[in-house]
């Protein structure tokens, strides 16, 4: 189930716009959503190194 879920929020997250990303992780920050705001903030680290 665990793995699922991580393979669900990689495919939600890669197939986001890049300015909905950073929206995203401004709003997880405002409201103070930690997991959120680290899934989004990991996926633009892997954007940069070319991972994603």
């Not at 669900?8 to 997250?13: G, L």
């Not at 997880?28 to 990991?42: E, G, V």
């Not at 996926?43 to 070319?50: E, G, L, P, Q, V």
Request: with cysteine; proline share 0%.
């Amino acid at each position: 189930m665990e793995e699922e879920l991580r393979n669900w929020d990689a495919e939600f997250m890669k197939n986001m716009y890049k300015l909905t990303l950073f929206g995203l992780i401004n709003m997880a920050n405002y409201l103070n959503i930690k997991n959120l705001f680290d899934l989004s903030c990991q996926t633009i680290a892997d954007m940069i190194t070319c991972k994603l």
